[in-house]
Nanobody, 119 residues
């Protein structure tokens, strides 16, 4: 069983920064891409950023471009999301996810970590 565990969430003032980390454990998984999603109360789960293992390419939702950076950190089972210039609208539970092919949806999900940005 593949397990994804997020860490690094917390409370920060608007304009501040947080770094989220996603660590994979359990059965070895042939990953195609890793993604970060978020969900605020009353809202649908929203795509934030993704990292493609084959070439390191990244993709971001428009609202976080220039502020968030997804990257590999140290090991192939760890992905970071550096979040700068945080805004109150960034407040949400952030989830790490993984998929093993471009033709599939994200199959594996972490438990989520709370990010709260105060005004």
């Amino acid at each position: 069983q593949v397990q994804l565990v997020e860490s690094g969430g917390g409370l920060v003032q608007a304009g501040g920064s947080l770094r989220l980390s996603c660590a994979a454990s359990g059965r070895t998984f042939s990953r195609y891409s890793m993604g970060w999603f978020r969900q605020a109360p009353g809202n649908e789960r929203e795509f934030v950023a993704s990292f493609r293992w084959s070439d390191g390419s990244t993709r971001y939702t428009d609202s976080v471009k220039g502020r968030f950076t997804i990257s590999r950190n140290g090991a192939t089972n760890t992905i970071d999301l550096q979040m700068n210039n945080l805004k109150p609208d960034d407040t949400a539970v952030y989830y790490c996810a993984a998929r093993n092919a471009p033709t599939t949806s994200y199959t594996y999900w972490g438990q989520g970590t709370q990010v709260t940005v105060s005004s």
